[in-house]
């Protein structure tokens, strides 16, 4: 654990304010569900919470049934972070933040399928472009986005993508939400 050195104090009715620096950093919005961990020695965590998290080990089997199924590398996200990842690198992707652009489709709860001749790629991760998105679906359940599913490309290859990947891709969002409301 790392000290910020900032120090804030407990209102009456028990609420503590996050700073508006650790709130950015941390990618943390109005809103946003947090986890309460506490340990023996009085200290007391907050970790964002993920539901979509909570199916982690059943993602990562999914995500390899869809890679396999469609020849395709596949991450799943929630709103914050891979989650699962099939066909691709799991060191250079697994639990690392999504990029805003991605983040961007989540937030707006809206696909998107890379067109073949099109200039815009959409990074997987900030800051990296050896991953692009070639098809987002937006996870959706109860009403808000939990994550996304992803399918993958090279960004220094073409992919070929279709309708079919298309429609595995928004049959996978669906499914994981609706997995989510039970």
Same mark, same amino acid.
């Given at each position: 654990m790392? =000290?910020?050195? @900032?120090? #804030? #104090?407990? *209102? *009456?009715?028990?609420?503590?304010?996050?700073?508006?620096e650790i709130r950015r950093t941390? #990618? @943390?919005? /109005? $809103? *946003?569900?947090? !986890? @309460? %961990?506490?340990? #023996? *020695?009085? !200290?007391?965590?907050? &970790?964002? %919470?993920?539901? @979509? $998290? /909570? +199916?982690?080990?059943? =993602?990562t089997q999914y995500a390899e049934t869809l890679s396999k199924t469609s020849g395709h590398p596949i991450v799943i996200t929630d709103k914050d972070s891979i989650i699962a990842v099939s066909g691709a690198s799991k060191k250079e992707l697994a639990e690392k933040k999504v990029?805003?652009?991605?983040?961007? %489709?989540?937030?707006? &709860?809206?696909? %998107?399928? +890379?067109?073949?001749? /099109?200039? &815009?790629k959409i990074p997987i991760i900030d800051g990296i472009d050896k991953y692009i998105a070639s098809v987002v679906y937006p996870i959706i359940s109860e009403g808000d986005t939990v994550g996304s599913v992803v399918f993958v490309s090279d960004s220094s290859t073409t992919p070929s993508i279709g309708e079919v990947e298309e429609k595995l891709a928004q049959a996978a969002s669906?499914?994981?939400g609706k997995q989510m409301e039970q």
């Open positions: 790392k =000290a910020t050195g @900032i120090v #804030r #104090r407990i *209102d *009456d009715l028990g609420r503590v304010v996050i700073p508006k941390m #990618r @943390i919005r /109005e $809103g *946003d569900p947090l !986890e @309460i %961990y506490t340990d #023996r *020695d009085g !200290e007391v965590i907050f &970790k964002k %919470y993920s539901p @979509i $998290g /909570e +199916l982690g080990n059943f =993602a990029s805003s652009e991605l983040e961007h %489709y989540m937030e707006e &709860k809206s696909s %998107y399928t +890379l067109k073949s001749g /099109e200039t &815009k669906s499914f994981l």
